[in-house]
């Protein structure tokens, strides 16, 4: 599967505003597991790794950031700036997360449970292993 947006339902209540997903209606996948990404100071980038396995929805629940995705020959951005819609990145793909907005928050969850050993964290190490592929 290719990355790309995904948007979720709103449900728009004077009360203020709820959206939501759940596999498998809005995601393609289980979720093992959740982290979010927060305080980050300006200027500071957050991934620049890829998975060998995992794959990930990330939101931008307040603020906004960049996701910056190589495949090892070309990049591709996106900009997450709204609680209402994610972007779903499969395996095997150069992820950065940068230009954090102040008090951004990043929500990520992951069909696997945390292990170093899918992180690919060597740019020519990730350009060679997709080659095999
Ligand atoms: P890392 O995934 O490298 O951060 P990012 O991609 O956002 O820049 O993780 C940073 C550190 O946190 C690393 O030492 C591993 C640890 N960590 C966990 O223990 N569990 C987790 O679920 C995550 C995402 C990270």
Known sequence: MDPKIIDLPKIVDSRGNLSFFEYPNQLPFEIARTY??????????????AFKEQQEFIIALSGSFNVVLNNGEKEESFTLNRSYYGLYIPKMLWRTLENFSTNSLGLIV????????????????????????
């Open 36 to 49: 979010w990404i927060y305080d980050v100071p300006g200027g500071e980038q957050r991934g620049s790794h």
């Open 110 to 133: 992951s069909d696997k449970s945390f292990d170093e050993q899918d992180y690919v964290r060597n740019f020519e190490d990730f350009k060679k292993l997709r080659n095999e592929k």
